[in-house]
């Protein structure tokens, strides 16, 4: 027993040994992301190497946090004894993140390299008076990936095909899932990486109701869940679930990178799971409504924390990483928000997977009309609030206007 | 001679002191002294994102009595507990009777019935979140095999609550069949067998003879059980995460939504208070009922 | 007569159906979770099936390759067992004075004991952050140590030792006194080996409740290499955080499998433990 003692001291010293040792000499930054996808690390640890190079003694562990988990893990680790020096932040959590003041004033680290280069819509997010908070890495657009093989097998034109006629419809959209499940019995359609009834709500909605010309709040802090553009759109999105079954519905798994569905809403950073596919696929915007083309962007920044011990050199880091030539790189997975890599070849030809044509007229066409994905300083709240709604949704006999009006009553009072 | 007792009586008590220290300063500093703080913290609010800290007065608790979900989260405990509690004893102090009595067949069942007891809670949950699925779901599709459709158990309110409470009876069940066991084997022989001469039926020896005789276990049992009703968080929180639609939020998870998940840090403490009310008032009302009990036994 | 006889085995029959009936949600997900433990991600859904079509051995090695899945393993073990030693040694000691020392305030200041007893962690787990936070514990596995030792569990055993000791003949220390022991020498040599039943019973209960611990790794913890296997089982998520299920029922299975195999070797001192806790719980 005495032995357990004396290993339990050893425990102790040992952990507070290591809390106290690595101030000098070498330095390793805790960079946190949320994909766990090989090929991106593999991406971000090249890019990483190339800062090592450059400043030796300076290495990069990028920590994976689950997307959905991420806010809250990475403010409990900020708030913890031993936080991250940069990491990823994505629209949805910006401006909370940017009132809280947890974030370091990135503007002179990224002086070199050219801030002007990004656009303003792309920063906006990001600035608080005159200091810039996070440099955007990826701004991708939501779009449709679609499985030719079995559209094929269902008799069905593809969404390119829609699109060029002008025929690209939320519509035409149901009418293809629904024939997909007729001839073939796969499902038509699954949400944003299976969870776009939870995780990826907002992934799943916001497309179809801006395609309707609704929105999921305004300006002035009211939720206009309940309007009629809003119900419209969730209603066709409710039929195509219970009524056509053409959907995965929740709590079902059928996943279209495993050729389990025809489409998916979803970006261009996914497509590296189609490496390797035995079915030919292809891209599509996000389909019009009756308001028009509504195109969707997701955006991410990267930031360095104000409570890393290296805070100077994190924020030198995540210049870096924005560097030019290294969004040129990031472009093979998250389309850049720097106007001179956005117009150059490096950014058709970037991703190895996709068509040059493909990377113009899907991504390129898409992000220049874009509205970026709804976030809010209350994201985290409004967000388990609205889900808790949406929750009595996904059920057959679900009455779509009550349940939209409930969520317009939920997220009103926290949009104050 | 006195002079030698009363320093024999000193280093006893110094020995005593000795011996209790290590752990009750333990407690003082890492349950309640925190236990003081979050009395404290109550009164603040605290944010986690910001770390921004300020006296708030009763805003908190005030707040609290404006929270739907905060009643909704008191509800569900109760509903919890109500529903966890009674079948969970009901069905060990019947299966306790069942296999009471040395066998092959009893020592296997019991066994079988203790199993879950010695699994990590969160592989349990794991497992049967993934047995709830909907229709693709194991259950669903045994179910379906005697021609009963489940709901879609997780995304369903009342669906979402009976399989948490469920799983949870199924998870803790063999610990209590094994306190019941051994009242059970020492139950008196002969006030059995002079029943039976006397001509009662088994139902009569058990409403007459088990029943009573079983109530200080029976009352232990659901004491310990319910207390433990109240701290179901790892089950909830893979199984449901107190979804759908606040379904099954019980009062733990909804500490840990608001500490944790949306950063309330002060607020969450408020309702830690209260967690922590409810327990006292449950263990006061144990030791009353103990005491009676005793009381009564003498 | 041979009517009786048959009756009490129809009887004997139909209980042990009802038995069986009864055992199935106990013992079906154990089941479940060993044949899916080796189906390929396509087969784990789909169509019932109580076996798997074809072993996917390939699983359980990818398990150990997906994340430190060993290491997190160790991490658990090492923690139940620091916490179970030093819970044993620190219970026994204080459920010995409770139950046979006397000194001032001796019963106030069990009740001060039974208080934290009943306490769920969650009452104290934020005023816990912090302090930890002030100490720069955080992201270590001294937390989990010192909240599992002074937690509800540790008050729990040093009620059970204390009803134990209560229970022992006073003459065995009188012998002792007499023999010329001293007072924690009587204690350790005497009394503690003959207070087995009741320290298996807490070593047990304590390994348990370390071994499930999640609340409190999902708070302190944030390296992967720290991980505990409560945590690591729900961290078999896809690079989009959707679960792995083939993997997380491998991992699931390799997890319960030894501990399941000791209990059923170990199970009737398991239980005679546990019966003597219950009753003297």
């Known amino acids: 027993m005495k032995r357990v003692l004396i290993l339990l001291l050893a425990l102790c010293a040992a952990t507070a040994a290591f809390a106290q040792g690595g101030a000098k000499t070498p330095v390793e930054l805790r960079f946190t992301v949320w994909t766990g996808n090989e090929a991106h690390l593999q991406m971000l640890n090249g890019i990483a190497a190339k800062y090592t190079a450059a400043h030796p003694g300076v290495t990069v562990k990028f920590d994976t946090i689950p997307y959905d988990d991420y806010p809250q893990k990475l403010v409990l680790q900020l708030a913890g004894s031993n936080p991250p020096d940069a990491g990823w932040i994505s629209e949805a959590n910006a401006p909370a993140f940017v009132a809280a003041g947890n974030l370091a004033d990135l503007t002179a680290a990224a002086a070199p390299y050219d801030l002007k280069d990004f656009s303003a819509s792309a920063t906006e997010l990001w600035r608080k008076g005159s200091a810039i908070y996070g440099l955007p890495f990826s701004t991708s657009p939501l779009v449709v990936i679609y499985n030719k093989k079995l559209l094929a097998a269902a008799g069905a034109k593809t969404p390119s095909e829609l699109e060029a006629k002008g025929q690209w419809t939320w519509e035409a959209f149901a009418d293809l899932a629904r024939t997909v499940k007729a001839k073939t019995g796969v499902y038509g359609f699954q949400t944003m990486d299976g969870s776009g009834y939870s995780d990826n709500l907002w992934a799943t909605l916001v497309p179809m109701i801006r395609a309707y010309g609704g929105e999921v709040w305004n300006g002035k802090g009211v939720s206009t869940l309940d309007r009629p553009e809003a119900v419209k759109a969730v209603t066709l999105l409710h039929a195509m679930i219970y009524k056509d079954k053409s959907v995965v519905p929740p709590g079902e798994q059928a996943d279209f990178f495993a050729g389990n569905a025809a489409m998916t809403v979803s970006q261009i950073s996914r497509v590296s799971k189609l490496v390797g596919a035995d079915f030919q696929w292809g891209l599509a915007k996000l389909p019009k409504g009756p308001a028009g083309d509504a195109q969707v962007i997701g955006q991410a920044a990267i930031v360095a924390f104000k409570a890393s011990k290296n805070a100077a050199l994190a924020a030198d880091f995540a210049a870096f990483m924005t560097s030019k030539e290294n969004v040129a790189v990031m472009t093979r997975f998250f389309p850049p928000a720097r106007v001179s890599v956005l117009e150059s070849e490096s950014f058709t030809k970037g991703n190895p997977n996709i068509p040059p044509e493909a990377m113009a007229s899907v991504v390129g066409a898409a992000l220049k009309v874009g509205k970026i994905l709804p976030n809010h300083p209350n994201f985290s709240e409004i967000d388990l609030a609205a889900r808790a709604c949406f929750d009595r949704l996904w059920r057959p006999d679900a009455d779509v206007k009550s349940v939209m009006a409930a969520a317009a009553r939920a997220v009103t009072p926290l949009l104050k | 001679m006195k002079r030698t007792m009363r320093r024999s009586a000193i280093r006893e008590e110094l020995f005593g002191y000795a011996c209790v220290a290590p752990q009750l300063l333990g407690f003082l500093l890492f349950v309640l002294g925190p236990l003081v703080m979050v009395f404290v913290y109550g009164f603040q609010s605290r944010n986690l994102l910001t770390g921004r800290v300020s006296f708030a007065g009763l805003a908190n608790y005030r707040a609290l009595l404006g929270d739907p979900l905060f009643f909704k989260s008191l509800k569900n405990t109760l509903v919890f507990t109500l529903g966890l509690v009674p079948l969970n004893v009901a069905a060990s102090l019947l299966l306790s009777l069942a296999l009471a009595g040395e066998s092959r067949v009893n020592s296997f069942f019991r066994t079988v019935f203790f199993a879950p007891v010695v699994t990590a809670a969160a592989a349990w949950a794991i497992v049967w979140k993934f047995l709830l699925q909907g229709d693709q779901g194991v259950v669903n599709q045994l179910l379906g095999v005697v021609g009963i459709a489940g709901p879609n158990w997780l995304l369903d309110d009342a669906g979402a609550m009976a399989a948490v409470i469920v799983t949870r009876v199924i998870k803790n069940l063999g610990m209590n069949i094994v306190i019941y066991l051994a009242a059970v084997t020492n139950l008196p022989h002969e006030l059995y067998e002079a029943a039976r001469i006397d001509g009662a039926s088994a139902a009569q020896r058990f409403r007459t003879l088990t029943l009573p005789l079983l109530m200080p276990t029976t009352i232990m049992i659901s004491i310990i059980t319910m207390i433990g009703s109240l701290k179901v968080f790892d089950h909830i929180m893979l199984l449901t995460q107190g979804g759908p639609s606040n379904a099954t939020m019980v009062l733990v998870y909804y500490i840990y939504f608001q500490g944790f998940k949306v950063f309330r840090t002060g607020y969450a403490s408020a309702l830690a208070t209260i967690l922590f009310a409810i327990v006292l008032g449950l263990t006061f009302a144990q030791w009353r009922l103990g005491k009676r009990l005793s009381y009564q036994e003498e | ?281």
């Open chain 3, 1 to 281: 007569m041979s009517r009786a006889k048959a009756l009490r085995a129809a009887g004997k029959g139909l209980s042990v159906a009802a038995l069986s009936v009864a055992g199935l949600p106990f013992v079906f997900p154990f089941w479940w979770m060993l044949t899916s433990a080796v189906k390929s991600p396509g087969d784990v859904f789909g169509r019932l099936s109580l076996l798997p079509s074809k072993c996917r051995w390939d699983n359980f090695a990818e398990i150990f390759s997906y994340q430190p899945f060993a290491r997190h393993y160790l991490n658990s073990l090492c923690i139940a067992a620091v916490v179970t030693a030093a819970t044993i040694l620190l219970a026994s000691l204080s459920g010995y004075a409770f139950a046979r020392v006397r000194f001032r305030g001796r019963s106030a200041l069990f009740l001060v004991l039974l208080s934290s007893m009943m306490m769920p962690a969650e009452v104290t787990i934020i005023p816990n952050f912090f302090m930890m936070k002030q100490w720069r514990l955080i992201d270590t596995h001294v937390p989990l140590v010192i909240l599992g030792v002074f937690g509800a569990q540790g008050a729990f055993s040093a009620f059970v030792m204390r009803q134990y000791f209560l229970s022992m003949p006073k003459e065995l220390e009188e012998a002792a006194r007499i023999d010329g022991l001293g007072r924690l020498s009587t204690f350790a040599r005497i009394i503690l080996p003959l207070a087995t039943p009741a320290i298996s019973a807490t070593a047990i209960l304590t390994a348990l409740d370390a071994w499930n611990s999640f609340l409190q790794p999902l708070i302190f913890i944030n390296d992967l290499n720290k991980f505990t296997l409560p945590l690591s089982l729900n961290n078999f998520r896809d690079a989009y955080g959707s679960p792995v299920w083939h993997l997380q029922m491998a991992a699931t299975a390799v997890s319960v499998i030894p501990i399941l195999l000791f209990y059923v070797c170990a199970q009737r001192k398991i239980i005679n433990a546990m019966v003597f806790s219950g009753m003297k719980g």
